[in-house]
């Protein structure tokens, strides 16, 4: 079965500087997702991204954060200049894009800001 | 935004039947009900959704209602893998943009025993 794949599994990095975090939606996706989840709390929505743009964006999504297609199969999440309360599982999701499409989450980026 | 109301956490044993509740007084006559688990470590999973019909699908059943302002996620015969915390969520239909933004909640803790 088709899967959404996410590297690295673990990233670590230093508060102030940017990373990136990609994933592989799934291949005749056409909907594309970000979450987060803050250890021990809930999984959040970022954004989500629909025909080469930002469909939707929470309160979380500022200006520090994202989003790219940069090809016909990657989608990242780039934070600009990383927060000790950026640390977090990260979550990639893509959907086929009718209403009733379930979505397809990757396994997860836990990014560690120190 | 449409709430759900899950029990903090479930128990079952191993092979039985598992009925896991949620309440949805506030549902709209669009809202779908979907239900994803996270399992330990690992991103969400999709379940199962539904309007107003009962669904079932090789993973679970799904029961709704005839008001809509409830709904039971069945797993036919517990197994040890099914340990995950499961989330009802409520999603709007959306048109000519995402149906991604899913608000998780705390969810139900599923532990299974041997």
């Known amino acids: 079965e088709p899967e959404v794949t996410q590297t690295p599994s673990h990233q670590v990095t230093q508060m102030g500087q940017e990373v990136i975090l990609r994933c592989v939606p799934i291949?005749?996706?056409?909907?594309f997702y970000w979450y987060r989840q803050i250890l021990g709390q809930k999984v959040e929505f970022l954004v989500s991204?629909?025909?080469?743009?930002?469909?939707?964006k929470s309160e979380i999504f500022d200006d520090q954060f994202s989003v790219e297609r940069p090809d016909g199969s990657n989608f990242t999440l780039k934070i600009r200049s990383t927060k000790l309360e950026d640390s977090a599982m990260y979550f990639c999701a893509s959907s086929y894009g009718t209403t009733r499409s379930p979505l397809h989450f990757g396994n997860g980026t836990r990014l560690t800001v120190t | 935004d449409a709430k759900t109301t899950q029990p903090n956490s479930m128990e079952s044993n191993e092979e039985e039947p598992v009925h896991l509740p949620c309440n949805h007084s506030?549902?709209?006559?669009?809202?779908?009900i979907h239900w994803y688990r996270q399992l330990p470590s690992q991103g969400p999973e999709y379940v199962i959704h539904?309007?107003?019909s009962n669904v079932n699908n090789r993973m679970a059943s799904l029961a709704i209602a005839e008001d809509r302002k409830s709904s039971t996620l069945i797993l036919h015969r517990a197994t040890l893998r099914d340990a995950a915390v499961y989330y009802c969520i409520l999603s709007g239909l959306f048109y000519g943009g995402s149906q991604g933004n899913l608000i998780f909640g705390k969810g139900t803790k599923l532990s299974v025993k041997p």
């Open positions: 506030t549902i709209s006559g669009t809202d779908y």
């Open positions: 991204f629909y025909n080469n743009e930002i469909s939707e």
């Open positions: 539904g309007l107003t």
């Open positions: 291949s005749n996706h056409l909907y």
